[in-house]
């Protein structure tokens, strides 16, 4: 199989839409993430002008939720609304499935009295999942589970999470006392910009993101016609992919990785910058102080010097790769310029 895969602009959000072919005339399409809400017709716009045209007859619509955060869910709920009725599978994981009745409704409970700021956003998290749930069930699609066990087709894999991994973070990220103790909306403190030239991989290395519900977050890997591999990492971060290499991950022939959480300094190190070593980072960032860091950008031309990274945030459109031109149609659009 090869690929087209489309980072559209959705600000610091994920809206991502690969488009996988089959050399006996079979057309792919995933839809992962979808941005803020406001961007789900945006990428509907794309899909319509930029690949519907083109498919074959013999097709698959499909949708990937990374993880239920409003910059990635939203969205994509949008576009789940006007292109539902050609969809076939609906692939993301339904965190209430994995705690008890009594616990969700003690979060829901928690969240109507405003008693923690992190326990109401984990709430909404719940009912945008039931969103889904609901937009499968009036559409008749089938849901399966973003978990390595759960759904590999083709080409397409889910490498992170593992159910055990998955199951041990929600059982973190659902825990009511826990989140009482923890704000993960308190920014770190503030990086000087020298430093940030002078120091940049100690800065990458200073704090990872220890939130469950990022770690959680579904990494696709995507394997073209000639054995090149490309890494798709939503909100994840070093833990993730610790626990990728210790079920067997290896990084060998990758040709691009997403840079994890719009390019945060909090979800790559230097460690795995290294071990990804890939020739090209792509970023969905809005372009501001944090997205994408300027520590990790110089932290990657510190180590990988012939590596280029690219963002959505360039231009304020789409980044394209195509992993075999001779299989898609030219869409005639311009190179890139990397960051």
């Known amino acids: 199989m090869d690929f087209v895969i489309d980072f559209v602009y959705v600000g610091d959000g994920d809206g991502i839409v690969i488009w996988g072919r089959n050399p006996d005339e079979q057309d792919f399409v995933f839809f992962l993430d979808g941005g803020n809400q406001e961007f789900g017709s945006k990428i509907v716009e794309h899909y319509k002008k930029w690949i519907k045209p083109y498919l074959y007859d013999k097709k698959t619509i499909a949708f990937i939720n990374s993880h239920p955060h409003a910059d990635h869910i939203n969205g994509l709920i949008e576009i789940v609304k006007e292109l539902g009725d050609e969809m076939t599978w609906g692939i993301y994981n339904d965190p209430v499935k994995f705690i008890s009745e009594e ?77 009482k103790k923890v704000d993960y909306t308190k920014s770190f403190s503030e990086v000087d910009e020298t430093l940030e030239s002078l120091t940049p991989c100690d800065i990458v290395d200073e704090k990872n993101d220890a939130s469950p519900e990022n770690l959680s977050s579904t990494v696709i890997e995507l394997v073209d016609s000639s054995n090149k591999r490309y890494l798709l990492t939503s909100d994840s971060g070093v833990e993730s992919f610790d626990d990728m290499e210790k079920n067997g991950f290896n990084t060998e022939n990758l040709n691009f990785v997403q840079l994890p959480h719009h390019g945060s300094r909090r979800n790559i ?48 459109g789409t980044i394209s790769y195509t992993t075999n031109r001779s299989v898609f149609p030219n869409r005639n659009w311009g190179s890139a310029e990397p960051l």
């Open 269 to 316: 190190s230097t460690n795995w910058i290294g071990k990804f070593a890939p020739k090209m980072f792509l970023i969905s960032a809005e372009g501001n102080k944090k997205h994408p860091r300027k520590a990790v950008l110089s932290c990657i031309k510190k180590n990988l010097p012939n590596c280029k990274t690219y963002s959505t945030h360039k231009n304020k």
């Open 103 to 179: 616990l969700r409704e003690n979060i829901k409970q928690s969240a109507l009295r405003n008693e923690d700021a992190d326990i109401d956003h984990l709430y909404k998290s719940f009912q945008k999942i039931q969103e889904l749930n609901d937009l499968c069930e009036h559409y008749n699609i089938e849901k399966k589970e973003a978990i390595t066990d759960a759904f590999n087709y083709n080409e397409i894999k889910i490498v992170s999470p593992t159910r055990e991994f998955y199951t041990a973070k929600v059982q973190l990220f659902t825990n009511i006392d826990f989140l």
